[in-house]
């Protein structure tokens, strides 16, 4: 029973990693992408909104096509970032891929941030 655990501590170490790794990949994409927006001059309040933090960023669980004329269409894997919370169930955002903006639904969205704040704590309670 205990090599069963200290199999599954290092496969969450591993995924911890993986996520790790994905969070850097993503931090240098938007850092990439922001200094690429801002070569037009901006004021600080428009910068704040479209500037991505690793808190804003979302992944799409799936595939979503619009039912209401203001939703977002996304597919699954595809990095999105959330600039208003209307509800716990319907949020605003922008695609980090195409650039259009419009409503997503939070059940069908992801942070990494969190998903690697989970596993952290699951790996805590565990040891």
Known sequence: ?????????????????????????????????????NIEKKDQWTQSLDTPTAESIYTARIDYQRI???????SEGEQLKIYNKWSSFE?????LVSGKKGDIPSS?????????????????VEE
């Open 108 to 124: 069908c969205v992801y942070s990494m941030l969190e998903s690697l704040q989970l596993l952290e704590f699951l790996l805590s």
């Open 68 to 74: 209401r004329s203001g939703d977002l269409s996304f």
């Open 1 to 37: 029973m205990k090599a069963g655990r200290e199999e599954a501590l290092v496969e969450y170490k591993k995924e911890i990693e993986l996520l790790q790794e994905n969070i850097s990949i993503t931090s240098v994409q938007l850092l990439m992408m922001s200094h690429k927006g």
């Open 91 to 95: 949020w605003s955002g922008r695609s």
